[in-house]
C-alpha cells in the first residue's frame, strides 16, 4: 500500500486541488502536513491568529489528520516523509521568490533519499510564466497581458476529491488555538465558497459600478480567502462564467480584478528583485525624505493621524481589521510617496506588517504602480488628492464617520473638510500634517527633475 505526503501552503482547501488529487493517486494513503515556521509561534500576529484558524477548518476538514510539524521544512518534510515511507512528497507549485528557493532546497534534501517534491497546479487561473508575448517574452503592462491571459484560457476547476484516504497514526504537534472573539467573520473553505455564492447572486451585476466605494460592502472580500488558497481563481472564474450575470460588466470587471492578481504573480515570477526594489529604473535618482521629521510624518500616517480624514479611515480600518479597501489602499500609498515622500517600501512593509490579506506580488507592486517605478508606463503625474477621492467615492462621509469617531459631530461630506466647517475641528481630531497642493507640486517638480535619468542610486 502507498503512502504519499501532501504539503500545504497556500491551498488550504480540498476542493479544486490538483496537488491533492495527484496525492492520491494509486490508491495512496495521503498524509496532509502544514510545517509551522518558528517565527509564526514566537511573535503571533493578527495574520498569525488568521492562519490558525483557517489550518484549524482544515483539521476538521481532513478528518483530524492534519499533521502539524514545526522547523525548517528542508529538514521537516524529508524527514517526515522518511518516516512514513512515502516516496513522493505532493505540493501546489510556488511562485514567490522565497517560496522558490525554499522547494529547490526541500526537492534536493528529498532526493537524496530518493524521494520527489512533486508541483501539481498554483494558486492562479494560468501559473505565473506562462502567459507570453508573441516574442516569447513576459509582459510589462497590464492591458496586453490581460488580453492575453484571457485568450489563453484557464483549465477548469480540478474535481473534488470525494473520500480521500487519509492516513492515520501520524504523530503530529499541537495545533496552536487561534485568539478569536466574537465577531470574527467565519473561516475556511466552506465559509469562502459560501461568502463567494452571497456575492454572486447579490453584487457581481452591479460590480462595475459600486466597487469603489468603501462606504458600502460592495466588494466580495475574498482577497484573505484567496491568500490562504480557502478559495481557488479557477473556481471564481468558472462560476462567473456560468452564472445570469456572465457578460455583464460587473463580471467583466470582476474578472479584470481577477486578471491584475494574475498579472502581479507573473511580474514577481519574472523579475524576482521587483518584491523590494524598483521594477524600472525610471525613478532610480528621485530624492526621497528622510530624517526625524519624515520619521514623525510617517507615524502620523500609521497611526491614523495625517488630518485628511479619508486617509486616515483607512489606516485605522487596515489596524483594526487587517484589511483595507482597495481604493483606500491607492489613496493611502499615493499620501505617504507623493505627500510625504517617502520610498514605496516603507508602506509596502506596513501594509504586509498587517494585512490578512497580505500578498507580496499584489501588494508590493500595486504600491510601485502608485509610485510611479511599477508597470505604469506613464505614472509620475498621478497624485491622488485625498479630499476629491473622498468626496467622490464617500459622499456622505459614512465610511470616514465610521472609522473617525472624532468627527462623527459632522454631518455629509463636511467629515472630509473638517477645517472649513465651524467647530470642525477640536474633537481631538489633528491638523493637517502637510498642505497637499503644495506637496503635489513638489513631488511633480521631483520627478520632472529626474525623467530620462538611469543608474543607481547616488
Known sequence: ?????????????????????????????????????QRLLGHRTPR????????????????????VRSGDPRTVIPDLAREVGASSVHVSRETTPFGRRRDEAVEAALATDGRHLVATGTPYAV????????????????????????????PGPAPHPGAVRWASGVDSEILPRAATSTDSPAVGEAA??????????????DYRTERDRPDLDTTSRLSIPLKYGEIHPRTLLAEVAAHDAAGSAGAETFTTELAWREFYADVLWENPDSAWHDLRDNLTHLPYDRGPETDRLVDAWREGRTGYPFVDAGMRQLLAEGWMHNRLRMVTASFLTKDLHVWWPVGARHFLDHLLDG??????????????????????FRVFNPVK??????????????????????????AHEPWRSAGGLGHGYPERIV????ERRETLARHESVRGRNGPRA
Open 127 to 154: 501559473g505565473p510564466g506562462r502567459i507570453r508575448t508573441g516574442a516569447g517574452t513576459a509582459y510589462k503592462v497590464f492591458t496586453p497581458f490581460a488580453r492575453a491571459w484571457r485568450e489563453h484560457g484557464w
Open 48 to 67: 498569525t491568529e488568521r492562519l490558525f484558524a483557517s489550518l484549524a477548518d482544515l483539521h476538521e476538514t481532513t478528518d483530524g489528520r492534519l499533521v
Open 1 to 37: 500500500m502507498t503512502v504519499s505526503v501532501l504539503w500545504f501552503r497556500r491551498d488550504l482547501r480540498l476542493g479544486d486541488h490538483p496537488a491533492l488529487l495527484e496525492s492520491m493517486k494509486a490508491d495512496a494513503r495521503v498524509v496532509p502536513v502544514f510545517v509551522l515556521d
Open 389 to 414: 477621492q473622498g468626496l467622490r467615492f464617500d459622499p456622505d462621509g459614512g465610511y470616514v464617520r465610521r472609522w473617525i469617531p472624532e468627527l462623527r459631530h459632522l454631518e455629509g461630506a463636511a
Open 192 to 205: 469562502a465558497l459560501a461568502r463567494w455564492r452571497t456575492f454572486l447572486d447579490e453584487r457581481l451585476a
Open 359 to 380: 500578498d507580496i506580488a499584489s501588494n508590493n507592486h500595486g504600491w510601485q504602480w502608485v509610485a510611479g517605478t511599477g508597470t505604469d508606463a506613464a505614472p509620475y
Open 435 to 438: 498642505d497637499h497642493d503644495q
